[in-house]
Nanobody, 127 residues
C-alpha cells in the first residue's frame, strides 16, 4: 500500500553535508511514523532518526546526534534527513521506513518493528 522512495544519496567529501529525501505515496493515510536507518556492508541495519506525522516529534540516533536533523513536509509527503560533518563512517545505504499508528508503544530502533521500506539510497563519503 505505502511506497517509500529515497533520493539524495551520492558521493560526498568528508566534512561535507547531505540531505536525503523520502517521498511517500500510496496509502499514506495509514502512515504515522517515518524513520531513517542505514546499513554498511557487513554490518547490521542501524537506526538513524525518526519523526511522527501528527506531533512532529523527533528522535535522533547516535550516528547523527548533534549533527543531523530529521524533518518533514506534510503536503509533499516527504521526510528529510540532513547530515553534516560527514565522515567515511557514514558510508552506507540509507533506508526510509514507515509504520502505521499502533495502540501500544513500540521500539523504533528495531528494524523488524517497521512495516514499509524503501529501496535505499547509497551515501559514500570520501576522505
Amino acid at each position: 500500500q505505502v511506497q517509500l522512495v529515497e533520493s539524495g544519496g551520492g558521493l560526498v567529501q568528508a566534512g561535507g553535508s547531505l540531505r536525503l529525501s523520502c517521498v511517500a505515496s500510496g496509502g499514506t493515510s495509514s502512515l504515522d511514523r517515518v524513520a531513517w536507518f542505514r546499513q554498511a556492508p557487513g554490518k547490521a541495519r542501524e537506526f538513524v532518526a525518526t519523526i511522527t506525522w501528527s506531533g512532529g516529534g523527533t528522535l535522533l540516533g547516535d550516528p547523527v546526534k548533534d549533527r543531523g536533523t530529521i524533518s518533514k513536509d506534510n503536503i509533499k509527503r516527504t521526510v528529510y534527513l540532513s547530515m553534516n560533518s560527514l565522515t567515511p563512517e557514514d558510508t552506507a545505504v540509507y533506508y526510509c521506513t514507515g509504520a502505521p499508528r499502533r495502540p501500544r508503544s513500540w521500539d523504533v530502533r528495531t528494524p523488524l518493528n517497521w512495516e514499509y521500506w524503501g529501496q535505499g539510497t547509497q551515501v559514500t563519503v570520501s576522505s
